[in-house]
Nanobody, 115 residues
């Protein structure tokens, strides 16, 4: 089992920045990919950014150049640095981790971009 706990969400003005953190605990040795998804009201959950065990990184086109995913393996923590935030980035952001046979989700953290 793997447990994921997100933090760092909040209210920010357009153009501002936030950094999300996802602390993991449990059987991390089996995890091969970690990342972030988001879900806006009335929309499906979508990929934001992922990083795999080979350090390959993937971003949604909508966040390329603005968001950066990184990890601290000693702390079992993944970060999402979000810059130049836009109102359309408003969503609940979920941390994700997956092994070869199942995925795990955090409880989500709200990010609201509004003036």
């Amino acid at each position: 089992q793997v447990q994921l706990v997100e933090s760092g969400g909040g209210l920010v003005q357009p153009g501002g920045s936030l950094r999300l953190s996802c602390a993991a605990s449990g059987s991390m040795s089996s995890i091969v990919v970690r990342g972030w998804y988001r879900q806006a009201p009335g929309k499906q959950r979508e990929l934001v950014a992922t990083i795999n065990s080979g350090d390959s990184i993937d971003y949604a086109d909508s966040v390329k150049g603005r968001f950066t995913i990184s990890e601290d393996n000693l702390k079992n923590t993944v970060y999402l640095q979000m810059n130049s935030l836009k109102p359309e980035d408003t969503a609940v952001y979920y941390c994700y981790a997956a092994s070869a046979w199942r995925g795990y989700w955090g409880q989500g953290t709200q990010v609201t971009v509004s003036s």
